[in-house]
């Protein structure tokens, strides 16, 4: 059985989705104070917080876990600059309380949600996993210092782990079931799509000084059913490889980009507000995929269009 430690929330409730259908039995755990309920369907669940370590022993001694897939942790860089205490408690406490009890159970296998995050200011495009790491916020440093504490882990008491360095998460399922709900919202294509739908008055375009061809900054987006197929590939190689993967598409798509493809595919206007810059933005940041098809077999197969199309259904139809 595999357990998914904040299998409600938006990468993790895809990813568990994606291991049903390919028949694993999987029980999730989620304190919920970002996830949704609505969003775990079929799997098992506990509701259970990593700051509560008895919490957790009791569910690796109701269910005979294998692996552990771990999403749970606070994710704005903003807040995490204005509360690093929240970050490093959670994010990085928290971890390491799920670490021993794995553990104290002898379970051996996890995989990780990590961040593009850990890189900060890309000192070359597209990011390699060769690229030095120096994060700039404390969301960043939590999730690097989680990769460094796997390493130690690893060659002391030989867990075996893979930390996936997602770059910019984003689309619904393709089925409409499950979809991104973040209370407040701070990401660019809800937001666009708000903007176009009427919820918000507009988008406001953070800096359009970038050094980049439109002057906005570039992302690489990747579909999240894309990223949950990147961790069932993960489990099924968590005993062969042990390591950080960066996982994106190797392309790059601007902020002005973006609204101009939502304004094509909904067939109306994105209203736009022209901002300065917003602080610890770097103007270019996409990843090579070369490692991820090299050791997963993975490959992304869903296109911008499908992350908007996506997003945009889940727009007008939110189950949560
Ligand atoms: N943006 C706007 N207007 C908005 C929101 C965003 O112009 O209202 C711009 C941002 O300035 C940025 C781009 O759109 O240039 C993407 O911003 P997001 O907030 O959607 O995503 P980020 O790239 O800032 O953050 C993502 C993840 C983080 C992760 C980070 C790694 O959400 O968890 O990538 O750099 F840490």
């Given at each position: 059985m595999i357990l998914v430690v904040g299998g409600a929330g938006y990468i993790g409730s895809h990813t568990v989705k994606n291991m049903i259908a390919n028949g694993y039995d999987v029980v999730v755990a989620d304190n919920l104070s970002t996830g949704h309920k609505e969003a775990v369907l079929t799997a098992d669940f506990e509701l259970a917080d990593l700051?509560?370590?008895?919490?957790?022993?009791?569910?690796?001694?109701?269910?005979?876990?294998?692996?552990?897939?771990?999403?749970?942790?606070?994710?704005?860089?903003?807040?995490?600059?204005?509360?690093p205490s929240k970050y490093y408690n959670n994010n990085v406490v928290g971890t390491l309380n799920l670490l021993n009890v794995m553990l104290d159970n002898n379970v051996k296998n996890?995989?990780?949600?990590?961040?593009?995050?850990?890189?900060?200011?890309?000192?070359?495009?597209?990011?390699?996993?060769?690229?030095?790491?120096?994060?700039?916020?404390?969301?960043?440093?939590?999730?690097?210092?989680?990769?460094?504490?796997?390493?130690?882990?690893r060659n002391a008491y030989g867990l075996n782990y893979i930390a996936l360095r997602y770059f910019n998460a984003s689309g619904c399922s393709l089925d409409g079931s499950l979809g991104e709900s973040h209370n407040p919202e701070t990401h660019l294509i809800p937001l666009v799509l708000k903007a176009i739908k009427g919820e918000n008055?507009?988008?406001?375009?953070?800096?359009?000084?970038?050094?980049?061809?439109?002057?906005?900054?570039?992302?690489?987006?990747?579909?999240?059913?894309?990223?949950?197929?990147?961790?069932?590939?993960?489990?099924?190689?968590?005993?062969?490889?042990?390591?950080?993967?960066?996982?994106?598409?190797?392309?790059?798509?601007s902020v002005r980009e973006i609204v101009k493809i939502s304004e094509d595919i909904t067939g109306k206007k994105c209203p736009v507000v022209l901002e300065g810059r917003r602080p610890g933005d770097p103007g270019i940041l996409y990843t090579s995929n070369q490692k991820a098809?090299?050791?997963?077999?993975?490959?992304?197969?869903?296109?911008?269009?499908?992350?908007?199309?996506?997003?945009?259904?889940w727009e007008l139809n939110k189950k949560y």
């Amino acid at each position: 059985m595999i357990l998914v430690v904040g299998g409600a929330g938006y990468i993790g409730s895809h990813t568990v989705k994606n291991m049903i259908a390919n028949g694993y039995d999987v029980v999730v755990a989620d304190n919920l104070s970002t996830g949704h309920k609505e969003a775990v369907l079929t799997a098992d669940f506990e509701l259970a917080d990593l700051m509560d370590k008895d919490s957790l022993d009791k569910i690796f001694k109701k269910y005979k876990i294998d692996s552990v897939i771990h999403f749970a942790a606070f994710a704005s860089v903003a807040e995490s600059v204005k509360n690093p205490s929240k970050y490093y408690n959670n994010n990085v406490v928290g971890t390491l309380n799920l670490l021993n009890v794995m553990l104290d159970n002898n379970v051996k296998n996890i995989v990780f949600s990590s961040t593009a995050a850990v890189f900060g200011n890309p000192e070359y495009t597209p990011i390699d996993e060769n690229h030095n790491t120096n994060p700039i916020n404390p969301y960043g440093q939590s999730k690097l210092m989680i990769e460094k504490i796997f390493k130690d882990y690893r060659n002391a008491y030989g867990l075996n782990y893979i930390a996936l360095r997602y770059f910019n998460a984003s689309g619904c399922s393709l089925d409409g079931s499950l979809g991104e709900s973040h209370n407040p919202e701070t990401h660019l294509i809800p937001l666009v799509l708000k903007a176009i739908k009427g919820e918000n008055d507009s988008i406001k375009i953070f800096g359009t000084d970038y050094d980049t061809p439109d002057g906005t900054c570039i992302r690489d987006f990747i579909h999240v059913e894309d990223l949950a197929e990147a961790h069932r590939l993960a489990i099924e190689k968590i005993a062969d490889f042990s390591g950080v993967i960066n996982l994106g598409t190797n392309k790059g798509t601007s902020v002005r980009e973006i609204v101009k493809i939502s304004e094509d595919i909904t067939g109306k206007k994105c209203p736009v507000v022209l901002e300065g810059r917003r602080p610890g933005d770097p103007g270019i940041l996409y990843t090579s995929n070369q490692k991820a098809l090299d050791v997963l077999g993975w490959k992304p197969k869903l296109n911008m269009e499908t992350i908007i199309k996506t997003a945009w259904d889940w727009e007008l139809n939110k189950k949560y």
